[in-house]
């Protein structure tokens, strides 16, 4: 079983900046084999593809995280961050973090990140 906590969300104004944290642990073989990424949600929508740290392949964001957000894994610390800056009213939403190991995603509980305008 792999378990995912998410931290760092809260309230902040818009132009601000928010550093998510999500710690993994639980039955993984190895934290650097595995893809590391961030969703968010807007209660009665789809979960939207925020940003991911690949094990392999370097790092990709949505349009909208593009140039303001910035993921980094720390694989001793089986780690992941989202730095988020020159946030806007639209980013506000609960943020997910999510991996996937042998087949099977794993999600956290997420987050709440509100921009205040």
């Known amino acids: 079983q792999v378990r995912l906590v998410e931290s760092g969300g809260g309230l902040v104004q818009a132009g601000g900046s928010l550093r998510l944290t999500c710690v993994v642990s639980g039955t993984i073989e190895s934290i650097s084999t595995v893809p590391l990424g961030w969703h968010r949600q807007t209660p009665g929508k789809q979960r939207e593809f925020v940003a991911l740290?690949?094990?392999?392949?370097?790092?990709s964001y949505s349009g909208a995280g593009k140039g303001r957000f910035t993921s980094t894994r720390v694989n001793a610390k089986s780690t992941v961050y989202l730095d988020m800056t020159n946030l806007e009213p639209e980013h506000t939403d609960v943020y997910y973090c999510?991996?996937?190991?042998?087949?099977?995603?794993?999600w956290g509980q997420g987050t709440q990140v509100t921009v205040s305008s």
């Open positions: 740290a690949s094990a392999v392949d370097g790092n």
């Open positions: 999510v991996t996937t190991a042998r087949g099977v995603s794993s």
